[in-house]
């Protein structure tokens, strides 16, 4: 994340959105980035699936997802949760966390009374200039450490979501960048030039600075860089693990145009690579348990940290309301409770 947040900001409250959708809304955005727009979505589609996926209550995230959540007694006595849409409930913003060394806001934040923050993703959308991504490697490695050193069990994700430019009329319909948010050296500006009045050496610039895939299919030498170090980073399991490390963390190349506008290119990072995106949310959960649920079973039997899961027959997924029609389909699957328990 910047370390500068633009009074611009975008307060658009959170809306339901899914993974392709919202990488849509990154990959194709146009004009500048100062105002967060570009990666808004993300946020959203992380704070919904959280709720959906994750068990959360939405109350308990920031931004706050459009759901609500009823409960009542099932007929062996058991609770049954049942969740429903309703936008206009819908928060905005980030939280402002206390680190150790400051305070920080956090793109996507679980809290649970009276524990704390207990989850948070922090995301970072990059559109250009791929070659200095690792610039900025100690201020990602900070952001972590500070949080970690005043809440050694929060669970903190990363996601790096990075516009997959493969051609230079890809790089020059790329959104302007932020400049707080992004380590672009002196007389590195040339990808925010018009096309006709880039030069050959301004081309042969762009090529080595801000193409993401080449014409091979292979990955730029910065992204790969980029992927080696964060791999560095991430896979802190216990509480007395490096502070410095991110529970989670991943990469994903959105495609920017045509039909695969919004889908992830498949051929990177590699498959047995511990940044894909596929095991990210999984990994969040599984780390939240083994230390909120099974690690403090107190707090768990009384229901303060447990997951929850959702009634089948919620309007959610029955989808037999006015107007489900045109919300958006999953593309995980929702944290379900088995009927026969009900």
């Known amino acids: 994340m910047a370390a500068r947040r633009s009074s611009r900001a975008d307060t658009t409250p959170c809306q339901w959105i899914d993974g392709p959708n919202a990488f849509r809304e990154f990959a194709t955005h146009q004009g500048k980035t100062q105002s967060a727009r570009h990666i808004k979505p993300l946020h959203w589609y992380i704070a919904c699936r959280l709720v959906l996926e994750g068990g959360f209550?939405?109350?308990d995230i920031t931004p706050r997802p459009p759901f609500v959540v009823r409960e009542?007694?099932?007929?062996r006595g058991r609770p049954?949760?049942?969740?429903s849409y309703?936008?206009?409930?819908?928060?905005?913003?980030e939280q402002i966390v206390l680190g150790g060394l400051k305070t920080k806001n956090v793109d996507v934040v679980v809290n649970r009374f009276p524990v704390g923050p207990v989850l948070a993703v922090s995301c970072?959308?990059?559109?250009?200039a791929f070659r200095n991504l690792t610039n900025r490697m100690e201020e990602t490695i900070g952001e972590c450490t500070n949080l970690h050193i005043t809440y050694p069990a929060m669970v903190i994700g990363y996601f790096a979501i990075i516009r997959a430019n493969r051609t230079i009329e890809d790089v020059l319909e790329a959104p302007e960048l932020d400049r707080d948010d992004t380590a672009t050296e002196?007389?590195?500006?040339?990808s925010e030039k018009p096309a006709h009045s880039l030069t050959a050496r301004a081309v042969e610039t762009i090529q080595a600075n801000d193409i993401a895939i080449q014409r091979?299919?292979?990955t730029a030498d910065g992204i790969i860089r980029f992927h080696a170090a964060l791999c560095e980073m991430t896979g802190r399991r216990g509480i007395r693990d490096e502070i410095s490390r991110y529970e989670a963390m991943t990469i994903a190349l959105i495609e920017p145009k045509g039909d695969q506008a919004g889908q992830v290119f498949r051929g990177f990072p590699p498959d047995?690579?511990?940044?894909?995106l596929e095991p990210f949310f999984q990994t969040l959960y599984q780390r939240y348990e083994e230390r909120f649920v099974y690690g403090a079973p107190l707090l768990a039997d009384r229901g303060l940290t447990t997951r929850l899961q959702w009634d089948p027959n919620s309007s959610v997924f029955a989808r037999q309301e006015l107007g489900a029609a045109t919300w958006p389909e999953l593309d995980f699957e929702p944290r379900l409770a088995d009927p026969q328990t009900s």
């Open 80 to 83: 049954r949760y049942f969740l």
């Open 272 to 276: 047995e690579s511990p940044l894909r």
């Open 57 to 59: 209550r939405p109350e």
């Open 72 to 75: 009542q007694r099932g007929t």
């Open 186 to 190: 002196p007389g590195e500006a040339e």
């Open 124 to 128: 970072k959308g990059v559109t250009k």
């Open 86 to 93: 309703d936008p206009a409930i819908a928060g905005t913003g």
């Open 216 to 218: 091979d299919g292979s």
